[in-house]
Each structure stands twice: as C-alpha cells, then as structure tokens.
C-alpha cells in the first residue's frame, strides 16, 4: 500500500524551530513529527510513502534514506515548483500512487492522534466508494468547516464552514483514504481538496466519514504544539505507561530520554519530554514544556508553557513561561523572565522579555 504526506512549505507557524530544521524533523515527544506518522502507517501495511514537498531540503533527503533503511520502505519526494494546494499534490504524485488498484491514504503532516489507519482501511473497504475523510469531534465548531454525515452509514451530505447555528460538530481531521480513479477528479494546477473536490464526491454520494477515537490536534504552532504534547503523553499513560518517567521529583506524565541528566531536587511535570542529551541542574522546576535535544537548564530556573530548542542554555534562577519559544542555540542569562518570548536562533539573551514579542 502507499501513503501521500502533505508536508508542503516551510513551517512557517512553528518558528523558530523551523528556521533550523524542516518541520517534519521537529522532534514532537523525542521522535519527529513525520515518523510519528511514517511508523503508524508501516504498521498498517504502508510499503511506499510520498512526501509532497514544496522546498526541497537536503536535510530532510537524508534523514528519509536512513528511515528508508530502518524501517525496509520506499520514501520518495514528490517536489512542486508552484503552491498546489491540498489536492494538486494528488495529481503531481498521479504515477507514484496510481500504480495497482489498491487504495492509498493521505494526511496532513501536522496531525498528531492515534492514527487509526487499519481501521480506516477496513471502514473504507466496506463501504465500497471512492474516499473516505477521518472527522473528529470538537468543542467550538463555529471555528471550523463541519462535516455533515449519515450517523448510520459515514456517508457524507455536505459541508458547511463555519457554521453559526448547529449542524455538526465534527471537522475534517486532515486523514483521508482514496481509491486511484478519484485521481481523475484533480487537474494539476493549485486546487483544495476540501473546498473544490470533497463537495463534489460528497454530492455524487462517494464520500464516506468514519470518526475518529480518541485525542487529535493539528500542531502546527507553539500553542497547539504543547496542547498536542499533553494529549499524546496522556495516551502513552493509557496504552504505554512504561515509557513514562516516575519516581520522586516527577508529578504525571514525563516523557524523559535515557540519556538526559536530572539534578537533584527538581520538580519535573506534569506534561514534560525532554529530549536526549539534555542536562537540567539542581532545583530546577519544569512544567507543560517541551525540552529539545542537547539543551541545558542551569539551577534554580522556573519553566512553564516553553519549548526550549536544541543546544540552547536556560541560566540559573531564569523564569520562562506563557509559550516563550527558543529557537536552536539560544543563550538566556542568569536572573532574567522571559514572558512569552519567540527568540530566534543564535541569540543571546541579556534583558527580560516582560511582554510577549520575537527577539530577532
């Protein structure tokens, strides 16, 4: 089977950390986002993935050979010249998907869930039609397009953005399964999947929705980053308790690599990862962050709602909290509060930050 990801630009939400590293390299709870993704697929009986990618980066080139090899898959990159939108990829990648007769999954690269790709696969052949979109349940749907559906059966009716009075409250989960003929649907120029081919399958009656079970967020920006981070860590407490951290100094779920150091008399979590090699110093107290390769949190410091970037250096009695973002090797002072600060990379911190704001 194969597998389209819509990995597209670059990143641009989820700066600073993507001015260093492709999006789908950004580790999401010690793994990057795109395998998180490429793993679950391969469990499903994925053999071939594309990557629709709108920059091609060497970096991202590399990484796919070594993963390539790790996990005994193709992983090819399908580059697009021009902005195509969410269905234009389809059509540029036509000959890589439409190759035998079996259906092929697509996804947005930013989703994060336990994706349910099997079940999808099921769900969809039973049904027998053209496509299949996964929805999820939300609590606000006048923010989003809703999908309006059979309870019964998933067969779509029709979609409505931004609805002001009730009509759903599920929303596109950005997970898709298609047969090869609705590749015939897209023309190779920028189109959106959702505003211009979903309307018409759904109204030809080939669109089925199948919900989804469980946490999703899309976590393309700081924000939504580390509330996807709560919900996958709180998944792992339910399906793989073992992976997470416990003992004193560490209150809920902790998601701690092997090879990181933890002084003595800190308070780490609820809802923390740190990444390998990190070192935090003595009394350090860390709550609702995510701290990234080879970084360092010198004694005493305070963090809260941060996402601190690889190799970069928090100093002692520091305060950071409110989604302050550190690009990668940032230095922050001794003594300093930095209030929902966005630094970028190679900087050096000498002042607080009292108010949010980028530091260039």
Sequence with gaps: ????????????????????????????CNKPILLHQVEALVKAGVSHVVLAVSYMSELLEREMRVQEQRLGI???????KEPLGTAGPLALARELLDVDNEPFFVLNSDVICDFPFKDLLEFHRSHGKEGTIVVTRV???SKYGVVVYESESGRIQHFVEKPQVFVSNKINAGMYIFNPSMLSRIQLRPTSIEKEIFPVMAGEGQLYA????GFWMDIGQPKDFLTGMCMYLHSLRQHAPE???????????VLVDPTAQIGENCT?????????????????????????????VRSHSWLESC?????????QWVRMENVT????????????????????????????????????
């Design 268 to 296: 780490i979590g609820p809802n923390v990862t740190i990444g390998a090699g990190v070192v935090v110093e003595d009394g350090v107290r860390i709550k609702r962050c995510t701290v990234l390769k080879g970084s360092r």
């Design 325 to 360: 973002v550190l690009g990668e090797d940032v230095i922050v002072n001794d003594e300093l509060y930095l209030n929902g600060a966005n630094v970028l990379p190679h900087k050096s911190i000498n002042e607080s930050v009292p108010e949010p704001r980028i530091i260039m």
């Design 307 to 315: 996402i601190v970037g690889w190799s970069s250096s928090v100093g």
């Design 74 to 80: 193709r992983i090819s990159l399908s580059h697009e």
């Design 1 to 28: 089977m194969k597998a389209l990801i819509l990995v597209g630009g670059y990143g641009t939400r989820l700066r600073p950390l993507t001015l260093s590293v492709p999006k789908p390299l950004v580790e999401f």
């Design 139 to 141: 609590e606000e749907p």
């Design 243 to 253: 992976r997470l951290r416990t003992g004193p100094g560490f209150l809920g779920n």
């Design 210 to 213: 199948m919900e989804l079970q």
